[in-house]
């Protein structure tokens, strides 16, 4: 019997053995230089892709900054809130021995019966609302990119909706969760909505033009200061680490070295809180002084440094209603609303600024040298021109320059219109040098410029007749102009002849008081100063306005202090007219709303020596401006100065009933003891008493 251990065989095996040791060595060496990489080269990496399994990073919100009035009340500001957020492709971490579950680590998206769940938890005001909440979950789950983050579907939740969603937690946990947020609150409502806006969800264009700046769901300001302001508004998020389960829940007691491996915390920045010029008692003040009014605005500034004190507009919309999804009905409402809420008309809208106008034109005249303002001219209730007449409100006799404004007599800026001494070119000028035509640069609401035209404006327009130029003597044709813009004209007038660019925003402060911007009173560059003389003559028939007994606004005139302002009558179109009297007899009719009635206006300041503010008003479809806006401006200038005191504004002031029209001009109350009938002339017939509702327009 042979041996296996012959030395020829040993000898036969070695190579073998040589062999197989080096592949050893060799799979060894690749073993340890892999787990070299994975634990030095690369173990960083590793470790922080492991950490993805139980660290999750939540983005804390920036609280928003605030808004307040000059008086450091506030007019935006936070509460407390919980924000829904749905994740709908998470990365689900379980193991499971049943065929064709989803295996460690995959992503598993939301199902419709999830969503359907989900749906059931919330309450919704309409099935528009219903269908907006699941397209949006949707539409996320079918992006691969995005549908992997944590999206704020659902804002300020209801705490019965909170309790609700809590409580599905173990069916809805891959996908929902809830988060502690803020919501804002303007706890002025409407009273300041146009001036605060109001913030709501990012848009999908706004989420591009943003270029990763903002992420869906993110509340951003849409309009008003929220939305001028947005980025010192805004603030900068925060993070916050915690240790989650495989079903991305947050662990009750992480161990130790999970909670060592957690990155640090970033606490969020919170946003500037804006103090605005706005004084919150003068706007309630106009808000009261528009009691009854349908639509309307008014604007009330300091003349020097163009401060706003009082911005408002009427009807408004309180911002709060925007912060929850609205009925599908009340939106309809508002939007088919006859008097526009949705639309600011101090710069928003456009009017025919009418006889408040007249002063451009006066500048304008006096900037002729062949022009006497002494000269009187008469005024037999209207002028034939280009085969038509001109009417004015009634016969007001021989009229200089100081009397034609005193008692806003058309007939005169006609007749200065037909000598040419009145040329479009000529009051644009003017009209230019004193703000109109052009934003005022406050940058708020998407303001209009206006119009102010030009012969070569009116030729392109195809509108040039002969009658155009005495239609924009007294502020109709085309001229147009917002109520900024009157009480930034006003204001001019006030202090001098400079045109200061409004504004509303004081200051800017960080959360802990620190001064981050500061407003200065800006004089607007390349418009030249009314001249000193031709202001003052201007001024002078502005005072004798109010406070002569023949100026169109007497029967308004304070007994505490002298206010120089313009009444304004701004004529309607005659369409509107015609339209009126085809009115279906069924059709409804709101009461105290006419279409068919002028747009009143009044534009004044006080103290007339010493104006310390300057306002603005338009009562549409008012009437009279010395009926329905002239009893506002008064208000708030009694408010104002009242408040500069420390005094109770004067509510004994003569005020004339509601419905009650004024005295025309020349004219004293009933219990004066003068008769009402104004002076007509020598044998001269009341013949055309509704002359002022007929439009003098040029066909």
């Known amino acids: ?29 690749i073993l340890l230089g892999r787990l070299c990489q994975l634990q030095v080269l690369d173990g960083d990496h590793y470790a922080r892709k492991a950490e993805r399994n139980f660290v999750d990073e939540v983005i804390v919100e920036a609280p928003r900054g605030r808004i307040f009035d000059a008086r450091s009340r506030p007019l935006a500001t936070n509460r407390p809130a919980y924000t829904l957020y749905v994740t709908p492709r998470p990365r689900v971490m379980e193991e499971s021995d049943e065929p064709g579950a989803p295996r460690a680590g995959t992503r598993v998206p939301i199902d419709d019966d999830a969503i359907e769940e989900l749906t059931s938890l919330i309450t919704f005001v309409d099935d528009d609302d219903r269908a907006k909440f699941q397209g949006a979950i949707r539409s996320r789950r079918e992006d ?37 947020s ?70 009750a007691d992480p161990p130790p070295g999970a909670i060592a491996a957690l990155p640090p915390d970033e ?14 008692e ?25 401060r706003i004190l009082a911005m408002l507009s009427v009807p408004a919309i309180d911002p709060n209603h925007w912060q929850q999804p609205i009925p599908r009905e009340l939106y309809q409402e508002w939007v088919s609303s006859p008097f526009k809420p949705f639309i600011d008309r101090t710069i928003q809208e456009h009017f025919f600024p009418g006889s408040t106008y007249k002063v451009v034109s006066a500048l304008a005249a006096l900037s002729d040298p062949t022009f006497d303002p002494e000269r009187e001219i008469p005024c037999e209730r209207y002028v034939r021109y280009g085969g038509r007449r001109f009417k004015c409100t009634h016969k007001h006799g021989p009229v200089d320059l100081h009397m034609a404004l005193v008692q806003s007599c058309n007939v005169y800026f006609y007749t200065l219109a037909m000598e ?23 940058g708020l609401n998407s303001e209009v410029k206006g119009r102010i035209p030009t012969e070569a404006f009116e030729a392109r327009e195809g509108t040039y007749q002969r009658g155009v130029r005495l239609n924009s003597a007294i502020g109709q044709g085309n001229v147009t102009a917002t109520v900024l813009q009157l009480a930034v004209l ?36 390349g418009l030249e100063p009314v001249a000193n003389d031709d202001r003052d003559r201007i001024h002078a028939a502005l005072i004798g306005v109010v406070n002569d007994e023949l100026g169109t606004a007497y029967s308004e005139r304070p007994e505490t202090v002298t206010v120089a302002g313009k009444t304004g009558t701004a004529q309607v179109a005659a369409l509107d007219r015609r339209r009126k009297k085809k009115k279906d007899d069924d059709e409804l009719e709101i009461e105290g709303w006419d279409t068919t009635k002028d747009h009143a206006w009044f534009a004044g300041y006080a103290p007339a020596d010493q104006p310390k503010i300057a306002v603005a008003a338009l009562v549409e479809h008012g009437g009279v401006g010395a009926d329905a806006a002239a009893p506002i401006v008064m208000h708030v200038i009694d408010t104002y100065l009242a408040s500069l005191e420390q005094q109770k504004p004067d509510q004994a002031r003569r005020r004339r009933p509601a419905g009650v029209p ?38």
């Open 267 to 280: 606490d969020p920045i919170p946003g500037q809180d804006i103090y605005l010029s706005l004084d919150l």
């Open 182 to 251: 803020a919501r804002r609150f303007y706890p002025r409502g409407a009273l300041t909505a146009f001036v605060t806006g109001y913030v709501g969800e990012i848009t999908p264009e706004g989420l591009e033009n943003a270029r990763g700046s903002y992420r869906p769901g993110d509340r951003v300001g849409k309009t008003g200061i929220e939305r001028q302001w947005e980025n010192y508004l805004r603030g900068r998020l925060g993070k916050r680490s915690r240790v989650v389960d495989a079903r991305r829940r947050t662990v």
């Open 1 to 29: 019997m042979s041996s296996i251990h012959k030395p020829e065989d040993l000898r036969s095996l070695k190579p073998r053995l040589q062999a197989m040791v080096v592949v050893v060595m060799i799979a060894f060496t």
């Open 490 to 525: 006003y204001g001019a007038l006030a202090n001098g002849g400079r045109v200061m660019t409004p504004y509303l925003v004081d200051r800017i402060e960080t959360h802990d008081h620190k001064l981050v911007f500061k407003s200065a009173p800006q004089q607007r560059a």
């Open 662 to 699: 004024p005295p025309l001009p020349g004219q004293r109350r009933p219990n004066d003891g003068v008769s009402n009938r104004p002076e007509l002339g020598a044998g001269e017939p009341d013949e055309d008493a509704p002359a002022a509702e007929e439009e003098a327009k040029a066909e």
């Open 144 to 180: 691969k990119v995005n549908g992997i983050y944590a999206t704020a579907i659902r804002s300020n939740l209801s705490w019965e909706e909170y309790a609700q969603i809590t409580a599905r937690e173990s069916s809805l946990g891959h996908w929902v969760e809830i988060r502690e």
């Open 420 to 442: 040419e001494i009145l040329t479009l070119d000529r009051m644009e000028v003017f009209a230019r040098r004193l703000g109109l035509g052009e934003r005022t640069g406050l």
């Open 282 to 306: 003068l706007q309630r003040a106009a808000e009261n002084a528009f009691e009854g009014v349908h639509a309307g605005a008014v604007v009330a500034l300091e003349p020097d440094t163009g």
